[in-house]
C-alpha cells in the first residue's frame, strides 16, 4: 500500500478563528527548524490573529490538517493582497504557503491539503497562485510540480542563514483555461 492509498492520519477542513493557538503552534514548530520557511519562530500572536481574521474575512482559501491526538499539525493558505488603489491589478493572484509537523510529513497530507486549497481557490478571483520555495526542499518542489506549478525563476544564494546559502525558486500555477 503506497502513501497515496492508506488512510489519511489527520483530517482537511477550513480552518476557523478558534484556530488561531494551535496554527500559530504548528507553524512556530516549523519554522523554528530553521530550514523550510522563511519565518523562523511564528509571528506574535496579534499578527497571526490579524492574519488570520483577514483570510477569514475575505473568504480566501486556508485549511488545516488536524489530526485526533495532536491537534492541528499543518496548514495550507492562499493570501491575496489587499487592492492598493495606487498599484491596482494584482488582485488574481494568490500566494501560496504550507507546512506540517515533522511527523507527518511524507504521507500524503500535503497533496491532500493543496488539493483543497486549489480547489477553494476556484471559486476566488484567483487565477494565479504563486509561490517561493528553497530549491534544497525537494519534497516540496515535487509536490507543487505534481499539482501543475512551474518554475518561473531562481534568486541565487537569496537566503543565507546558520552559514548556509540556499536559492529560492519562484513557481506558479495559472488557472487551466476550462475553469474559467
Ligand atoms: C512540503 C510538504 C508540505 C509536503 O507535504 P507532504 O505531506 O510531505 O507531501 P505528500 O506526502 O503529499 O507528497 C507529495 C509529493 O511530494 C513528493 N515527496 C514527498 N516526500 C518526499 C521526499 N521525502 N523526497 C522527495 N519527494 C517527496 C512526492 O512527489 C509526493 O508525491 P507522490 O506521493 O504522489 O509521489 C511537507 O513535507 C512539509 O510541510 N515540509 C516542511 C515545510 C515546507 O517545506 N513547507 C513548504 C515551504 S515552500
Known amino acids: 500500500m503506497n502513501a497515496a492509498e492508506k ?25 523554528r527548524e530553521r530550514v523550510h520557511i522563511a519565518f523562523t519562530a ?4 496579534q499578527q497571526a490573529q490579524f492574519f488570520l ?5 475575505r473568504a480566501l482559501p486556508f485549511v488545516v490538517a488536524e489530526c485526533p491526538i495532536d491537534g492541528i499539525v499543518g496548514w495550507c493558505d492562499i493570501y491575496v493582497e489587499t487592492e492598493d488603489e495606487l498599484r491596482p491589478g494584482y488582485s488574481h493572484v494568490g500566494r501560496l504557503g504550507m507546512g506540517l ?6 504521507l500524503g497530507l500535503g497533496s491532500a491539503m493543496l488539493r483543497v486549497a ?17 530549491a534544497s526542499n525537494e519534497p516540496a518542489i515535487a509536490l507543487y510540480r505534481k499539482f501543475g506549478f512551474e518554475t518561473e525563476g531562481v534568486r541565487r544564494r537569496a537566503r543565507k542563514l546558520d552559514g548556509r546559502y540556499d536559492d529560492v525558486v519562484m ?8 475553469q474559467d
Open 118 to 134: 486549489l480547489d477553494l481557490a476556484r471559486s476566488t478571483r484567483i487565477e494565479r497562485v504563486e509561490l517561493q520555495v528553497y
Open 101 to 106: 509537523d515533522v511527523k507527518f510529513r511524507g
Open 7 to 31: 488512510p489519511l492520519p489527520a483530517s482537511i477542513r477550513p480552518i476557523r478563528a478558534a484556530d488561531l493557538e494551535e496554527f500559530r503552534a504548528c507553524l512556530d514548530r516549523v519554522a
Open 53 to 57: 481574521g483577514n483570510m477569514l474575512k
Open 171 to 178: 513557481m506558479a500555477r495559472l488557472r487551466p483555461p476550462q
Open 42 to 45: 511564528a509571528p506574535k500572536v
